[in-house]
């Protein structure tokens, strides 16, 4: 997992820290969230804001950046948890995208072998799959961060297959 770093604008930082401003619940969401686009992952909840770009998903100060959170740190303990506390949110974090992506890796995987077993172009995939045939591309090349499980398990009902989920 390639990590990003976070470039923290003006007083986004300190914002957060704010009890006024963000409740600590809300700060461990926020710090979820946050470590997630850290591990190139997308946000549960965005909005677009292409005004200011395609592809552009939060709204920026445009103001000289106060503080980064390195690759490798801990945005909880940037977002002012005490270090045990911050250790145990980052872990925790971590635990939840881990298993996304196994998740992603396994209907990847699923598909890239129907591909290959059907021994399909990449169009011909492409077309019965409802999806370009760069995004094949993507499937095949398992780049998780392109696709969301459901897109993923729509592109397997096109496929035919039948996805179950078990949760222990």
Request: aromatic share 4%.
């Amino acid at each position: 997992m390639r990590e990003k770093p976070i470039d923290w604008r003006g007083s986004s930082l300190r914002d957060i820290k704010d009890d006024d401003i963000f409740t600590p619940n809300a700060r461990k969401e926020a710090g979820h969230q946050l470590d997630r686009v850290q591990s190139g992952l997308e946000p549960d909840n965005w909005k677009p804001f292409d005004v200011v770009g395609a592809g552009t998903k939060e709204i920026r100060n445009e103001t000289k950046s106060m503080h980064i959170t390195p690759v490798g740190g801990n945005v909880f303990a940037d977002l002012g948890f005490e270090p045990e506390e911050a250790a145990a949110l980052k872990a925790e974090s971590q635990r939840i995208i881990s298993e996304k992506l196994a998740i992603k890796d396994s209907l990847m995987t699923e598909l890239a072998g129907w591909i290959e077993a059907k021994k399909l172009k990449q169009s011909e995939a492409a077309e019965i799959l409802g999806v370009t045939r760069p995004r094949v591309s993507d499937v095949i090349n398992k780049k998780a961060i392109k696709f969301t499980i459901d897109a993923l398990v729509d592109m397997l009902a096109r496929a035919g297959k039948h996805v179950q989920l078990s949760v222990q």
